[in-house]
């Protein structure tokens, strides 16, 4: 089966090269659409192919994207950003999914933060299509795809490395020139539009916005995060209280996610309460989340943070085989950690001590 690869661009001449290099390892088809760049953007993508199209800008991600897919021929399409890059190995697994066929949406595996090159934000998104399904994007901003028929979910991973600072008041700005043309914005818009505001500074207002989607019929997975952007707004305000309390209220809509095991255990471990923070770390280490369900996965909650957390509570406790047990199990997580190299260290000395003192 063929795939198109498409592309939407504005002045990416720094990084649309490295992307398009990635994309010719797997697409058949490399279509670029150009909403406006002053750069040598459209110079860079011609060297990798002749379809690329100019699209007037009106504010809408989804419009231009959408554009781009009714440019594509192939049985499948593929949507990436510019500052998207795609390893050899995920090369191969995205032209072995295409290749294979049996399926009309596949979701694949997005990281958008890192620790190095460790991946610490990870969520996966709707990424490759049927074509003859006629599959839209909707949205201005954070637009998605609303999947129907056979999903499948791949191993396959996109990383996105930006090099350049996103515009901070870009989003917001689109949002709300919606609203004053007199645009009502869905659920999954007004969860956005809380966070960009959140984003941009304006916490009182993003709060305001995220208390209201919380009202209303939004997406499970949204209304989790929501909790915990207010969870970190309140926080920033110093109203511990309120912040808790909205931690807590994600409990209402699931089983506790490793963030809140994390939150619980901060909480105990900050009075002293060893015991109970403990507790909350390993229940942290113990829900285990693969992604599928479409929520945003921070990585460090389930692995590193409990981890070191746990290692310094068993220190206190005196267990010190223990906490360097949890102490290597943090350092797989991040190998080049200053904690976890001196605590390395330390427990070396540690375990030495307590050797010689039974003989």
């Not at 500052?83 to 995205?94: A, H, R, Y």
């Not at 200053?338 to 605590?343: A, D, E, Q, T, V």
Request: hydrophobic residues 35%.
């Amino acid at each position: 089966m063929s795939l198109s690869v498409c592309i939407i661009v504005k002045d990416e001449e720094a990084v649309i090269a490295r992307c398009l290099n990635c994309a010719s390892k797997f697409a058949d088809e490399i279509i670029v659409v150009d909403t406006g760049s002053t750069d040598g953007t459209v110079d860079e993508a011609r060297k990798f192919t002749e379809d690329i199209y100019f699209f007037e800008w009106c504010d809408d991600f989804s419009a231009a994207r959408n554009y781009a897919f009714e440019q594509a021929s192939c049985d499948f399409v593929m949507w990436l950003d510019a500052d998207d890059v795609v390893t050899d190995e995920n090369c191969k697994l995205i032209r072995e999914l295409a290749d294979n066929g049996g399926f009309d949406v596949a979701y694949l595996k997005y990281a958008a933060a890192f620790d190095g090159d460790r991946p610490t934000f990870v969520y996966y998104r709707e990424r490759i299509f049927r074509r003859s399904k006629n599959f839209r994007f909707k949205g201005a901003v954070h637009e998605a795809v609303s999947p129907q028929g056979v999903t499948v979910y791949s191993e396959a991973e996109i990383h996105h490395k930006k090099i350049k600072e996103r515009q901070p008041l870009r989003n917001l700005a689109i949002y709300q020139n919606a609203i004053a043309r007199g645009i009502c914005l869905d659920e999954r818009s007004e969860f956005y539009y809380g966070r960009e505001l959140l984003s941009c500074g304006m916490i009182r207002e993003g709060i305001a916005v995220l208390e209201r989607f919380l009202t209303r019929n939004g997406w499970i997975e949204n209304v989790i995060e929501a909790c915990f952007d207010l969870y970190d707004a309140y926080s920033a305000l110093n109203e511990y209280e309120t912040a808790l309390a909205y931690a807590l209220k994600s409990l209402s809509y699931a089983p506790p996610r490793s963030r809140l095991c994390c939150i619980l255990g901060d909480l105990f471990f900050n009075k002293n309460d060893v015991n109970s923070a403990i507790y909350w770390y390993q229940c942290a280490l113990s829900v285990n989340s693969d992604g599928k369900e479409g929520g945003f996965v921070g990585v460090d909650y389930g692995g590193y943070i409990p981890n070191i957390q746990l290692c310094v509570l068993y220190d206190k406790l005196g267990d010190y085989k223990r906490a360097c047990s949890y102490n290597e199990a943090a350092g797989k997580f991040r190998p080049n950690d200053g904690s976890y190299l001196n605590n390395k260290e330390y427990f070396k000395r540690k375990l030495n001590e307590v050797n010689n003192d039974k003989t």
